[in-house]
């Protein structure tokens, strides 16, 4: 047969001019040259065949990849309308031009292939060229093609340790598909450096190390031909910093010949850098606002709390934006609510937005790039779980980037925290009075932890007694002793048998404050005395609440330089023995009288001394007989100046031996009323008899001038009778003017509608220009069965109302002043009440003319 002048294959990059050469790569542009010898007319046949195991197309068409004549623009000369097909190794142009293509043209062409996985059998590595006609070889050629080097398929080299962090000691997995038969394999880990396979063992079945050195790694392995091979290589150490693999793997016979490889491979594992955490800290929510917590912010966190946890990390390897940061440690509840990450030095934040948050993981993607060495710290709030060791919650810290393995990982390696139990306290107290010595009962429920030490801590103003253990049941508290004080508090130190249950039957001595402090937690805090180290602590939130003395108040007019009657009373639920006392503390800038005249004992019975500490501010009621439980009401007469300091009272009863039995303390003294120069005028009665009608007369007087301008208006004038009395005054002539009249009301000026209570309503403008002098009415009671104990009578001067509402007397907001009144006994009649007795026996029936008359009389009794 003829040959072809030229038959040309080049499996050659045309930019590189590389071979390709590796089994089953592809040969982009392989690149075909001919020359026939003879004409090719219609219908001839061009037949190029390639050794087996080359592609020339995917197999699903006849077309050829990506075929293409050479150079473009000399596609005409060739065939253009000819009929070009591949299948498989096999491309065939059926010829159709219109013209005859004479001999010896030279055609060019490229087209995309396929090498095969090895190099065919030498006398079938052939490349020919065979052009028919009508059947008839006209020409033939051969050549023979190149040398294939056999790769291994289906390539795997996967991370499978547990650690998988950079320059950690991990495992790998390395998978193939041998196309040849070989007995050993080599790995090379190029990339990154640091790979260390020293001391590295082979852990899958039938296979060995034999030799290392380095980056370099000798496996004994029996291979076949298209039989999947896995070998697992554990306790080598990973490369340093991370990023992408590159290996190199060969197989070879016992004798060193190499039969498969895969060099420069890049599709193994993605070595992941390093998050190293750099320190941490769990911080309670107590520490976060110490200010407002100042004894728990000074102790551990505990079991099943929130807290905040910071931890300062690097990593290896830069991310990219919209990577994903997991946070993971269950059980830890991992919050998403307030979730940053931010740059230490700079505080810059390093934008993120939380994807989710739930059992123990918290995701979220970063809109801010992280950079390899520089210092971070990602700060997350947690609900703490109920396991005490660190190692029991490890943390792990991940950036993911959408590949298998993480881009940075700590490996959870980090450790979690050391968490101390809650400890049940509860502490309660029978009674409780201010500025006393009591005793308090206590009870420790220390859960898990076993102390032998607790630290009580008590609420501001509290103490305790330098010995301060009274009782303990079992013998459990060995001692109890004052000890130093915890973010200003005082505190005792209670040695106790070590404890595995509830500590209880416990009584402590405490002295109390004046009142309830800010805060009335008490805190607990066990511990083991020989390490010092906290196990648990707890709160009584409600502890010993400070129980001042019920219904314990004052009551006085309040005008400057104006006596007037000032009245105390309260109510205690413990019998004083004689030689108790009641000590008053008032403030200094107020004048006070309790001597003689000046003392109205009211409720309090037997002989009554008053001491009178004028530069300590108080003064004491020595008793010379019990005093019973119940309520207690005085009266001392005072004198208030133009403004008062510190304007609190106090009153303290006190036991026969000084000890506090019951206490008020801090009792709000009463606002100054400028621009009334009035005082109350006495109270008069007629017989007290239990539960008859009698009459009661008072009133206010006019001492001075009243302001010109904007002077207190007395809108309202009430008069509020002690408990149980009542008045009989069911129409306005009942109740009696005997004096010049205040200006009354139009339209209705008395109501009477409460039996304890009267309300006298004043012409407001009229009364701005009352004149000094004596205002005195009188009105018919019933006196009760029993005096009460709070037997004190009340009149109150209101201003004008805002809206269309009644003044209640001295609680109400619109009462000006109050005058208190001493009432009288059973069985008494004040001295003037004869003349009154008679007008009052006659009020119901009185005229007009009667009271008039009687006014003389009045006027004689009243200067008496």
């Known amino acids: 047969?003829?040959?072809?002048?030229?038959?040309?294959?080049?499996?050659?990059?045309?930019?590189?001019?590389?071979?390709?050469?590796?089994?089953?790569?592809?040969?982009?542009?392989?690149?075909?040259?001919?020359?026939?010898?003879?004409?090719?007319?219609?219908?001839?046949?061009?037949?190029?065949?390639?050794?087996?195991?080359?592609?020339?197309?995917?197999?699903?068409?006849?077309?050829?990849?990506?075929?293409?004549?050479?150079?473009?623009?000399?596609?005409?000369?060739?065939?253009?309308?000819?009929?070009?097909?591949?299948?498989?190794?096999?491309?065939?142009?059926?010829?159709?031009?219109?013209k005859n293509v004479p001999e010896l043209r030279v055609m060019m062409?490229?087209?995309?292939?396929?090498?095969?996985?090895?190099?065919?059998?030498?006398?079938l590595n052939l490349w020919s060229i065979t052009h028919t006609s009508n059947a008839v070889i006209m020409s033939t050629e051969a050549i023979a093609s190149w040398e294939v080097v056999p790769q291994l398929a289906n390539v795997r080299v996967m991370l499978v340790g547990q650690q998988k962090a950079e320059n950690s000691i991990s495992n790998m997995a390395v998978s193939f598909r041998p196309v040849s038969d070989a007995d050993e394999l080599t790995l090379e880990a190029l990339q990154p450096t640091g790979f260390d396979f020293t001391g590295a063992t082979a852990i899958s079945l039938g296979h060995e190390v034999i030799a290392t050195s380095a980056e370099t790694i000798r496996i004994r392995a029996s291979m076949y031909a298209e039989i999947n091979v896995d070998i697992v290589v554990a306790n080598f150490r990973l490369g340093l910093i991370g990023g992408a693999t590159l290996f190199n793997l060969i197989t070879k016979l016992n004798n060193g010949d190499q039969m498969d490889e895969a060099l420069q491979f890049r599709s193994g594992f993605h070595l992941p850098g390093r998050v190293a955490v750099n320190g941490k800290q769990i911080s309670s929510e107590y520490k976060l606002m110490s200010e407002l917590y100042p004894v728990p912010s000074l102790w551990e966190v505990r079991m099943g709390e929130n807290a905040l946890v910071e931890m300062p990390f690097t990593v290896t390897i830069n991310t990219g934006l919209g990577d994903i940061m997991r946070v993971r440690a269950p059980p830890y509840d991992l919050k998403g609510q307030d979730f940053r990450i931010i740059q230490s030095g700079t505080a810059e934040i390093i934008t993120s937005e939380v994807v989710s948050a739930a059992s123990g993981e918290l995701v979220a993607r970063l809109s801010t790039q992280i950079f390899r060495n520089v210092l971070y710290e990602v700060q997350v709030k947690v609900l703490t779980p109920k396991v005490p060791n660190p190692t029991d919650a490890m943390w792990s810290i991940e950036i993911l980037d959408g590949g298998q393995l993480p881009l940075n990982t700590n490996d959870g390696l980090t450790e979690g925290f050391r968490l101390v139990d809650r400890a049940e306290l509860q502490v309660r107290a029978s009674r409780s009075p201010p500025m006393a010595q009591i005793d308090v009962d206590l009870v420790v429920d220390p859960k898990s932890a076993e102390p032998d030490e607790l630290i009580l801590v008590a609420p501001l103003g509290f103490n305790f007694t330098a010995n301060c253990l009274v009782t303990s049941a079992n013998s459990q508290v060995l001692s109890c002793r004052q000890s130093g004080n915890v973010a200003g508090r005082a505190s005792a130190r209670l040695l106790v048998k070590r404890l595995t249950g509830v500590m209880q039957q416990v009584v402590i001595k405490v002295t109390t404050p004046a009142q309830n402090p800010p805060s009335t937690s008490w805190f607990v805090n066990a511990k083991d005395s020989a390490t010092g180290l906290q196990l648990a602590w707890g709160e009584d939130m409600s502890g010993v609440t400070i129980r001042q003395m019920l219904g314990a108040s004052v009551l006085y007019p309040g005008i400057p330089s104006i006596a007037g009657q000032m009245a105390f009373s309260f109510i205690t639920n413990e019998k004083i023995e004689s030689g108790g006392a009641i000590r008053v503390g008032y403030p200094t800038d107020i004048e006070i009288l309790c001597n003689g005249q000046y003392l109205s004992q009211v409720a309090i019975t037997g002989e009554v001394t008053c001491m009178n500490y004028i530069a300590e501010g108080y003064f004491e009621l020595r008793l010379n007989r019990p005093l019973p439980p119940g309520q207690t009401a005085f009266t001392v007469t005072s004198t208030c100046p133009a403004a008062v300091n510190d304007n609190y009272f106090y009153i303290v009863v006190l036991t026969a031996a000084g000890q506090v039995s019951d206490a008020a303390m801090s009792i709000s003294g009463l606002r100054i009323q400028h621009g009334l120069p009035v005082s109350a005028m006495p109270l008069i009665w007629g017989m007290a008899e239990p539960n008859r009608n009698t009459f009661v007369s008072t009133g206010i007087e006019i001492l001075g001038e009243l302001p010109l301008k904007d002077p207190p208006v007395m809108s309202e004038i009430i008069i509020e009778m002690p408990p149980d009395f009542s008045h009989q005054v069911h129409k306005t002539a009942q109740l009696e003017t005997l004096t010049e009249p205040l200006p009354r009301r139009e339209g209705g000026w008395l109501d009477v509608t409460d039996p304890r209570r009267l309300r006298l309503l004043m012409d407001e403008d009229a009364i701005q220009k009352l004149a000094i002098g004596a205002y005195r009415f009188q009105w018919p009671i019933l006196v009760p069965a029993v005096m009460p104990k709070y037997n004190i009578w009340e009149v109150t001067l209101c201003s004008p109302a805002l809206r269309n509402e009644s003044c209640t007397g001295a609680g109400d907001p619109r009462a000006s002043v109050t005058f208190p009144l001493a009432g009288f006994n059973m069985g008494e009649a004040h001295p003037s009440s004869i003349a009154f007795s008679q007008t009052g026996a006659a009020m119901p029936m009185c005229s007009p003319v009667l009271s008039l008359g009687f006014l003389g009389v009045l006027g004689f009794l009243l200067t008496m």
């Open 1 to 98: 047969y003829n040959k072809a002048r030229q038959w040309v294959v080049r499996n050659q990059d045309p930019v590189t001019g590389v071979s390709y050469r590796n089994g089953l790569s592809a040969i982009p542009g392989l690149f075909i040259q001919l020359q026939l010898p003879t004409k090719l007319i219609s219908g001839d046949i061009v037949l190029i065949q390639a050794p087996a195991g080359f592609l020339f197309n995917d197999g699903q068409s006849d077309a050829c990849d990506n075929f293409r004549w050479e150079p473009a623009e000399d596609a005409n000369l060739y065939l253009p309308n000819s009929k070009i097909t591949c299948n498989q190794n096999q491309l065939k142009f059926e010829v159709r031009e219109p």
């Open 109 to 123: 062409f490229r087209l995309d292939s396929r090498n095969p996985a090895k190099t065919p059998h030498v006398m």
